[in-house]
């Protein structure tokens, strides 16, 4: 099996958002998923890019990204953080995630980032048994908090 990893494409977009879909199912919130094509490919490959990601492809069919944008934190600097990171369930557990995850790996350190972020559910052993084999550091003590674009306008 011949996994090839590549930096997105705009073409690559309405199989990055199945994708996307998918690991909401995954991650039980597929209501959640409110993006639609358009303004995906606006944010991916519009005037001002905000996101960049790595595919994985085995015999031309993408079965896995990697999503990235840079972060700033006043404390670290820039980072590069990991918004979604999926393998379709059938290449799971076949070394395409630890490939995509290398490549991220890499760009980080190509890039001069002063580190990677990212999140995981607190239920997903899988995911977290994986990141601990980089021996990653899992941060106690913080809740994410968010507004919805409803929210915004109300304010």
């Known amino acids: ?25 995954y991650e039980k919130a597929p209501e959640e998923v409110t993006v639609k ?3 995906f490919l606006a944010a991916g490959f519009g005037k001002e890019p905000v996101w960049k990601a ?9 079965v ?6 840079v972060r ?21 557990g076949k070394g395409v995630g630890k490939l995509l ?8 350190k190509d890039k001069g ?4 972020s990212w999140q995981v559910l607190d239920w997903n052993e899988p995911a977290i048994h994986f990141y601990n084999k980089y ?4 941060e106690d003590g913080w809740l994410n908090a968010s507004f919805s674009k409803e929210q915004l306008s109300n304010k």
Not at 54 to 62: C, N, P, W, Y
Not at 101 to 108: D, G, R, S, W
Request: charged residues 25%.
């Open 1 to 25: 099996m011949k996994v090839n990893i590549r930096i997105a494409k705009e073409k690559d977009c309405p199989a990055l958002l199945a994708l996307i879909h998918e690991l909401a199912l």
């Open 37 to 39: 094509l358009e303004e």
């Open 54 to 62: 790595f595919v994985a492809e085995i015999a031309g069919e993408i």
């Open 64 to 69: 896995g990204f990697a999503l990235y944008y």
């Open 72 to 92: 700033y934190s006043t404390w670290k600097g820039c980072r590069l953080y990991l918004e979604d990171f999926i393998v379709t369930e059938e290449f799971r």
């Open 101 to 108: 995850f290398e490549t991220l790996i890499q760009e980080a």
């Open 113 to 116: 980032f002063n580190g990677m």
């Open 135 to 138: 021996q990653a550091s899992f």
